[in-house]
């Protein structure tokens, strides 16, 4: 069963398949990132756009967030971030001629990778649902700016409160606009400030702020390459963080220990070829020292009763640390004691054998790190699973000290600054008193939306004003019909975007695509020119410079857009200098040194050192743990872990290697042996066999929730793979569909995506 794509949009399921590979970057890296290149920036361009890539006289790469060191290569970037530096940097436009050409409705029966590729938006586009022009021809038509914010002041005006209004921002968005944006939405009258954050690691942070009083990562680079074991948790560096695989490979030559942890083998952990060096690119250096393929879910169950036998070894424990500095151990203890050898096992999928020797490394080593993605985020049970590993760490001292540490591994590459920034829906009161003496302004102190609570609002009627900073909202968020039911229902929706994406074509009754600046391109206002800056996943801010004219004369930057969208909205009743910020980003920052702690003589320290900062993290730097205890707690919550009906799989969404979250680079996994498709499902060639599902069969997705409710994927290519038995894999967004809108973690609301219990019936039919 192959689909039949509209014209111009590629088949993509019907992809070549190949077996998995066991090494990542390499040569093939080297020649995908040249071609990826020259398609989309010439030859000339290339080369000066990536030697500035992640410089610290150039622009911050928007593939990740993942840290440099102060001393850089000349090529500080991977595979990964070349492509999204090539789509930016494209010399492929999206003019008024293409919207004339398209309709909405065309639009919206194209995938996510055709939108992708036509180039960068060039002009604002508005478009007026319920017109003269029949259902379903509906086309944006060019606004000016003027008339853009116009129609934003008059819909938000028109509101009854302020909290019908939503505004979300993509961690792609710099500190500087991230400021402006909340600051803008706290003196309209609202703390509806979802954002990216509330998807990916809002579980890392609920933990993390419960039990170390910060909802960061606690580790340097320079701790990764200190380390004598790293754990890695549900994590794909290979494609996710590409360059964190040299950090890794610095850590293995100085003696370091990594085990990883996670259902799918994944080349990057098996072997790394490093392109920065000849010996890396010929033969490579493995990684992993012991690979656990846990069944999905089971990683709280696994931590449990490793933190049960380092209770039982004499010696294991640090007292010192554990007396000085921490609370709640003694009914820590009690439960991690009652961890149960036989449930653990059934929980995992794991053998004896192989705990056993994960628990000979674990107490081999003094300084221990766990670093973990989106595989231990996006479950019912993520917050314990966190807690969990905490617990890990505080048992043996491994929090505050050299080579040691948390680090949830981020991925947009400011989503952890724009947090930062007060984008946040529960804002602290402290912070929130700060703003208002810095500005002279009321904040609300109820709580706003999250993501999950936005589309309710929006199905419900609650919201009817929807502005997006960045990102693709639609297409990453859940419960894909409800979504974007949710979003027709909208007055207006607002896009502030560089390209096309699935969310533009599903709109409210008015749309606006307010064309903006990238990372790669100058920025120059009134007041002369100007950077941004970013925080990373450890907690470093620095610069960013782009170095290319703008796409067209027509765009704005992100920090003009909403100074101008404040002025309209607030008019002279604001006090709030916005032209001021709009000439200056300077001036930004001394305002927000003033409000955020840990930013005092931004500017100064800026141009000190572009390569920036370290922001001020307690527990690192003074083993000092801002709790409600005021120390670090342990915690001790019941063991959890997806248990599956007979004849169903457990099915994780995931991204392939041509995929950065929502942006879809190419049809290819080269890592997993996929080439020219997307609409695969990864399953164990023993359960495969078990439902009559053979290697190239198509299947229907169903997934099953306790409530008695389905959601269906249709027409997915069965690929046999090593995943874990009992366990399947496929990509999002093609699965969001799959997850409802109410299946989310307890305690952070974020959407339950990584454990889905799907049966997989015969593609087409009513099974």
């Known amino acids: 069963m192959v689909s039949k794509p509209p014209a111009g949009d590629p088949v993509q399921d019907a992809p070549q398949v190949a077996p998995p590979q066991h090494a990542a970057a390499g040569l093939p890296a080297v020649a995908h990132t040249l071609r990826i290149a020259q398609a989309q920036m010439g030859v000339a361009r290339s080369a000066r756009t990536l030697l500035k890539v992640n410089q610290k006289d150039g622009f911050d790469c928007p593939g990740c967030a993942w840290p440099e060191g102060d001393k850089r290569h000349v090529a500080e970037f991977c595979e990964n971030g070349a492509k999204a530096v090539a789509e930016e940097a494209t010399l492929r436009r999206v003019t008024p001629e293409f919207f004339a050409e398209h309709s909405v409705a065309d639009l919206a029966n194209r995938s996510g990778y055709w939108l992708g590729q036509q180039g960068r938006i060039t002009q604002p586009m508005l478009l007026e649902r319920g017109g003269t022009e029949p259902e379903g021809s509906e086309r944006y038509e060019p606004v000016s700016w003027e008339r853009a914010f116009a129609i934003i002041a008059e819909e938000l005006t028109a509101l009854s409160s302020p909290d019908e209004a939503l505004f979300y921002t993509s961690g792609r968005t710099s500190n500087e606009a991230a400021f402006l944006l909340q600051l803008f939405a706290r003196e309209f009258g609202t703390n509806n400030l979802p954002d990216c954050s509330n998807m990916c690691h809002e579980s890392s942070g609920s933990a993390l702020n419960e039990t170390i009083g910060i909802g960061k990562g606690s580790v340097s680079l320079e701790d990764l390459h200190q380390a004598d074991l790293i754990v890695v948790a549900g994590q794909n560096p290979g494609t996710n963080h590409p360059r964190m695989l040299s950090a890794l490979e610095k850590a293995k030559a100085a003696g370091a220990k990594i085990i990883s942890v996670n259902p799918l083998p994944e080349a990057g952990l098996e072997k790394f070829k490093n392109p920065q060096t000849a010996t890396g690119m010929l033969r490579g250096a493995a990684l992993n020292d012991l690979f656990l393929q846990i069944r999905i879910g089971g990683d709280q169950a696994l931590f449990r009763l490793l933190n049960k036998l380092i209770l039982e070894t004499d010696g294991a424990v640090d007292t010192e640390f554990v007396g000085t500095h921490t609370h709640g151990y003694e009914e820590f203890a009690a439960a991690a004691r009652a961890a149960d050898w036989d449930e653990t096992l059934a929980a995992t999928g794991l053998d004896r054998a192989e705990i056993e020797r994960a628990l000979e490394m674990v107490l081999a080593s003094k300084r221990t790190i766990v670093c973990w993605a989106m595989g231990l985020t996006q479950h019912k049970h993520s917050v314990p699973t966190i807690r969990e590993v905490v617990n890990f760490l505080l048992l043996r001292g491994n929090i505050g000290r050299p080579g040691a540490g948390v680090c949830p591994v981020r991925g947009h590459s400011n989503v952890q600054g724009d947090r930062t920034m007060g984008i946040f829906e529960r804002p602290a009161p402290a912070f929130l008193d700060a703003l208002d003496k810095e500005f002279g ?224 680079y190419g049809l290819d996994d080269r890592y997993r042996g996929i080439k020219g498709g997307r609409r695969v499902v990864l399953v164990h060639p023993e359960d495969a066999a078990a439902l009559g599902l053979a290697d190239g069969s198509y299947t229907d997705l169903v997934s099953e929730w306790t409530d008695g409710s389905e959601r269906r994927a249709p027409g997915f290519r069965v690929v046999h793979y090593p995943t874990a038995r009992g366990c399947a894999a496929a990509y999002y967004p093609e699965t969001n569909v799959l997850v409802p809108l109410e299946s989310t973690a307890d305690i952070s609301n974020t959407p339950a995506s990584k454990s889905v219990v799907v049966r997989l019936v015969p593609a087409g039919t009513a099974g």
């Not at 703008?550 to 607030?570: D, F, G, K, T, Y």
């Not at 500017?603 to 920036?612: E, F, I, Q, S």
């Not at 801002?626 to 457990?650: C, H, Q």
């Open 441 to 664: 302004i009321v904040s609300p102190r109820h709580h706003g939306f999250d993501v999950v609570r936005s589309i309710q609002a929006l199905r419900d009627g609650e919201a009817k004003v929807f502005f997006a900073m960045g990102g693709n909202f639609v297409g990453a968020t859940p419960d894909t019909e409800v979504t974007e039911a949710a979003m027709r229902r909208a007055r207006l929706t607002v896009h502030v975007s560089t390209k096309l994406n699935r969310s533009h074509a599903v709109t409210g009754t008015r749309a606006l695509i307010l064309p903006t600046l990238g990372r790669t391109d100058k920025d120059v206002q009134a007041g002369g020119k100007q950077f941004v800056t970013v925080e990373d996943s450890m907690g470093l801010v620095h610069t960013s410079r782009g170095n290319l004219p703008p796409a067209s004369p027509h765009l704005l930057s992100e920090p003009a857009i909403v100074a101008r969208m404040a002025r309209a909205v607030l008019g002279a009743g604001s006090a709030t200098p916005w032209e001021e910020f709009e000439k200056d980003y300077a001036t930004i920052r001394d305002r927000i040194a003033r409000v955020v702690p840990g930013f005092e003589n931004f500017n100064a320290r800026l141009a000190a050192d572009p390569g920036g900062f370290a922001l001020p993290h307690a527990p690192r730097d003074e083993r000092r743990f801002p709790t409600a205890t005021g120390k670090a707690n342990f915690t001790a919550a019941p063991v959890e872990y997806p248990k599956v009906p007979e004849g169903r799989l457990l099915l994780q969404t995931l991204r392939s290697h041509d995929q950065y979250n929502t942006t879809i």
